[in-house]
């Protein structure tokens, strides 16, 4: 069983989407440290792991439940992804900078979501696949 595996099984559902976001927030900030060493294919490779995790919380999205927290989250991630493809084609830190501040914004929010009063009603055995404002995890 693979690491992202374990973490579904678990981990609650709030705590599994900080966890990506911490994810997609540490490689952009590898990508902004590879922009300022000249070394492209890295900041290449940060930036498609990046991009990966923030189509995957977009692909879990379930727009028909999820009602207008899910259709904004949608439109977020799809500005996340473009945004990440024009560093691609710039090199700029400060768009780097900017998702950045905006995830870790998103982070946060989930962080205080996860923290809640520190029980999980579901215990691991019995859990669902992650559904909280229309986003479905699984793994």
Do not use: F
């Not at 709030?14 to 976001?21: E, G, P």
């Not at 207008?68 to 084609?89: F, S």
């Amino acid at each position: 069983m693979t690491a992202y595996g374990q973490a579904a099984e678990t981990l609650a559902p709030a705590r599994q989407i900080v966890l990506l976001y911490d994810g997609a927030i540490r490689r952009i900030r590898e990508a902004r440290h590879a922009i300022e060493a000249g070394r492209i294919n890295d900041r290449y490779q940060a930036l498609a792991k990046a991009s990966a995790i923030v189509e995957g919380l977009q692909g879990c999205l379930d727009l028909e439940r999820g009602g207008a927290i899910a259709r904004n989250l949608d439109q977020l991630y799809t500005y996340l992804v473009l945004r990440l493809a024009r560093i691609n084609l710039e090199d700029d830190v400060a768009i780097c900078d900017e998702l950045t501040a905006r995830l870790v914004e998103l982070r946060d929010s989930w962080a205080r979501i996860a923290d809640g009063d520190g029980t999980d009603p579901v215990p691991p055995a019995r859990r669902e696949p992650a559904t909280a404002a229309g986003l479905t995890l699984t793994v």
